[in-house]
């Protein structure tokens, strides 16, 4: 019987004394591996049967349904490729055949659309005239009727020193005497709402004309001033105006009225004719 100190424990004689059963056994596992091949490939098979199953019955179609949709796509995008390229060089040929006048006004026309000021509606401050109007409207006295004023007084109306009167004459007939010194404007019209002095004539306006005593400056004998006040007259634009000696004044202006000026309002028949106590 060998010893222990006998027997050879050197690396190679381990590698060679285990060498051959790895090897045994290695091949008897390729084999084994190589004769379960054809089994293990077909159930790779099913496996992607399987997925391709549940693929289309999750989206609703496979690959092939997917190819045809790439295919529909790539041919879309060349035809509109192909339209979109068509398009360009069209413009690129108008534009080469425009002459260069036609393109530098076409180019002047779109900057000035483009540089066009948009209108934008400013605030207004001013009087919108609604105050004026509500505190000139006369209303009467049952509250159903109303009119607003025509004319408003200036500054610088006052009443009269002298006791100036109109007297009213239908043809040679004296028909009416009308003191006038009593307020600082008298107006005449039909509207008898408003009117100080009416009058029915159908050609005279609702409110013809007014009145007025104002004050103004006048140059005395000695080359000051002194206030006189005098009495105007002045036409709200009427229709068919206001006459002073058979001439027809201006509308919307102060006319100076003198003694024994003769009035006439439209083309009624009566005359005004005007005189103060002072008369002779």
Same mark, same amino acid.
């Given at each position: ?16 004394? +285990? ?61 509109? @490729? ?58 009467? !006295? ?20 002298? @006791?100036?009167?109109?007297? !009213? ?7 009416? #005497? ?10 005449? $019209? ?17 409110? +013809? ?13 000695? $080359?000051?001033?002194? $206030? ?14 206001? +006459? ?30 005007? #005189? ?5």
């Amino acid at each position: 019987m060998p010893h222990d100190s006998d027997r050879d424990f050197s690396p190679r004689s381990c590698r060679a004394a +285990h060498g051959d059963s790895r090897s045994r056994d290695d091949r008897k596992d390729y084999k084994r591996s190589y004769d379960d091949g054809p089994s293990r490939r077909g159930d790779r098979g099913d496996r992607e049967s399987s997925y391709r199953r549940s693929e289309e019955g999750r989206y609703g179609y496979g690959e092939q349904e997917r190819e045809r949709e790439r295919r529909r796509d790539r041919e879309r995008y060349d035809r509109d @490729g192909e339209r979109y390229r068509d398009r360009d060089s069209r413009r690129s040929s108008r534009r080469r055949s425009e002459s260069p006048r036609s393109r530098n006004l076409s180019r002047s026309r779109s900057r000035s659309r483009s540089k066009s000021p948009v209108n934008k509606a400013k605030p207004n401050f001013g009087a919108s005239g609604l105050l004026a109007a509500e505190t000139n409207t006369v209303k009467s !006295v049952d509250g159903k009727n109303s009119t607003v004023l025509k004319y408003n007084e200036p500054p610088e109306a006052r009443k009269p020193v002298l @006791g100036w009167r109109l007297y !009213v004459f239908k043809g040679e007939e004296q028909v009416e #005497l009308l003191h006038i010194q009593r307020q600082s404007a008298y107006l005449i $019209g039909r509207d008898r709402l408003v009117a100080d002095i009416p009058v029915e004539h159908p050609s005279c306006s609702k409110q +013809h004309a007014v009145i007025q005593h104002r004050l103004i400056q006048e140059k005395d004998e000695f $080359g000051g001033s002194k $206030g006189v006040v005098k009495p105007f007259i002045i036409d709200l634009e009427s229709t068919n105006g206001t +006459h002073v000696n058979d001439d027809k004044i201006p509308p919307s202006r102060y006319y100076e009225l003198k003694m024994n000026d003769v009035i006439k309002f439209g083309t009624s028949n009566r005359e005004y004719v005007l #005189l103060h106590d002072d008369a002779s």
